[in-house]
């Protein structure tokens, strides 16, 4: 009976129902074909300029053609994409004048590895970092420019969280340095240069164990003279010399200091790869060995080392010899003392390891520089052009000694220039023969570099200093003396040490009363 009478018309009461229902099945279709539309909130997630790339329009259309699923067909619980079974689904209820919407797929937003750094600040740096580094240097040797882009994967192996780290180069301070890109986990930061350290803000605290990348690039110029202290970042002479270019883990550290001290202090790296890329065919002598070379460019590699050090000339010569497994190569210009430069760094080599243990790379390089002084580098020692030849052997043995005392054996430079400066010139006057007394009055030996004059520095560290520890190894015995020395060595290899680590190894290894002697020297210490 009901059945028939609807048949038969609907009632005013029907017709308010079909009215209602159909009004429901609109109601429904409409939001649902806007979820799934391109463009729309629910189609794509909402990203931040930067997240896609290409967001200025140029992403889409790359990431369809690449066949990249939308979200929607990827996300449980969302609608799947255009050509699956949609039956039973709102979009199946549209009006025909409304045709169903299709899902097409939409840019895939590009999702950043989650930061390992800490939201917050904790005021501090460090120098117990470890730090990977990759670089590449574009070096016009006519023009003395130079760019650099560095990246180094810092750890902290410090024991407790840092929100900044400083790195030092001394492009900031002779080059003319300008910063380019300064960046942490792909971020944009803002640095400060003091001096001739660059401060990097990390934007969060990095815990410790935790690593992160920290970009730096900049552009620079060589000196065109040697004076002063240039000769450490010039081009001269027909030679390059680019020291301390890499920005390297540090602490903020003057540079300015009334002699030729060194304002450096650098944990070792495990390992350094650098992209050099010169205007003309060049012969570099490095810190590290050369693993590749195509035209203009070549690639070197480096592990366990303070620092990576340049120089490179057009017109170098070289000359080799082997000491056990290590060889060493001469680089020199024509008309120069390759022969002897040779000489000397097989002498030093040869007895410098029974005393302090072997020599910790597969090369030694010797190269005649820009000018200036000689300057010690892991694997690599500089000697000026100039070098008196009667001075040329005991530089080469003094620059030598430093691959121990700096190179494996570390210290603050600038803040306790002893065990760095004493330890090697002792060893150098000891294996040639030649110690002598010092012409200045005697002073203590536990300051900074900055604290003394120009005249003395050289006089009370090296000379002061070296006799110190003769006259300590004639106390505790010859063989007492080296078997300690080569314990510090070997107990300290590829770390940063305080004096008092030397004075304590000393100590530790005779009965002798060695405080009588040391406590004048280092009132600091004792």
């Known amino acids: 009976m009901t059945r ?279 012969v570099y002598a490095t810190t590290g060995d050369r693993v590749s070379a195509d035209g203009l460019t070549q690639v070197f590699e480096a592990r366990n080392v303070r620092d990576f050090t340049i120089t490179g000339s057009p017109s170098y010569r070289t000359t080799s010899a082997t000491v056990g497994e290590t060889t060493i190569r001469v680089y020199y210009l024509a008309g120069g003392p390759g022969a002897a430069m040779l000489r000397a760094a097989r002498n030093a080599l040869t007895k410098m390891e029974p005393l302090v243990g072997d020599y910790p790379y597969r090369t030694y390089k010797v190269a005649t520089s820009a000018g200036g002084y000689g300057m010690e580098s892991p694997g690599l020692t500089w000697i000026p052009p100039n070098t008196a030849s009667g001075n040329l052997s005991f530089l080469i043995h003094h620059e030598t000694a430093h691959q121990w005392f700096y190179g494996i054996v570390g210290n603050d430079q600038a803040r306790e220039p002893f065990p760095d400066e004493a330890t090697t010139d002792f060893l150098a006057r000891y294996v040639l023969g030649n110690r002598r007394a010092s012409r200045c009055p005697v002073q203590r030996l536990d300051l900074s570099i900055y604290r003394y004059s120009r005249t003395c520095y050289f006089e009370v560290i090296y000379i002061q200093g070296g006799n110190l520890l003769d006259e300590t190894r004639r106390q505790m015995g010859n063989t007492t003396f080296w078997r300690a020395l080569r314990e510090y060595v070997a107990e300290n290899r590829f770390r940063l040490v305080p004096t008092e680590t030397l004075l304590d190894t000393l100590d530790e290894h005779t009965s002798q009363d060695l405080s009588e002697r040391f406590a004048p020297k280092f009132p600091r210490l004792y």
């Open 4 to 282: 028939s009478r609807r048949r038969a018309g609907p009632s005013t009461g029907g017709a308010v129902v079909a009215l209602l229902l159909a009004l429901a099945i609109v109601a429904l279709a409409v939001p649902l074909a806007v979820m799934l539309a391109p463009g729309t909130r629910d189609a794509a997630p909402a990203t931040t300029p930067g997240d896609v790339p290409g967001a200025s329009g140029s992403g889409s259309a790359s990431a369809s053609a690449a066949g990249q699923a939308s979200p929607a067909a990827t996300t449980p619980g969302l609608a799947p994409s255009a050509g699956s079974d949609t039956s039973g689904s709102g979009s199946a209820a549209a009006p025909a004048s409304s045709p169903p919407a299709r899902a097409t797929p939409a840019p895939r937003p590009t999702v950043r590895p989650s930061s390992v750094l800490v939201p917050g600040s904790v005021n501090r740096s460090s120098l117990n970092l470890s730090a990977t580094y990759a670089a590449a240097i574009s070096l016009n040797f006519g023009t003395r420019g130079m760019n650099v882009d560095s990246t180094a994967r810092i750890t902290n192996t410090s024991g407790a969280g840092i929100d900044r780290v400083e790195l030092n180069t001394i492009a900031a301070r002779l080059g003319g340095m300008v910063l380019r890109t300064v960046m942490v986990e792909g971020r944009a930061v803002t640095a400060t240069v003091d001096d001739q350290t660059v401060v990097v803000p990390l934007g969060g605290v990095l815990p410790p164990g935790a690593t992160v990348p920290v970009r730096v690039a900049y552009r620079a110029k060589l000196q065109s003279s040697t004076s002063g202290t240039n000769w450490l970042f010039a081009r001269a002479n027909n030679v390059a010399n680019v020291y301390r270019w890499l920005p390297w883990v540090s602490r903020r550290t003057p540079f300015d200091r009334p002699h030729h001290g060194d304002p450096f202090v650098t944990p070792v790296s495990p390992h350094v790869r650098v992209r050099i890329n010169s205007d003309r065919a060049m």
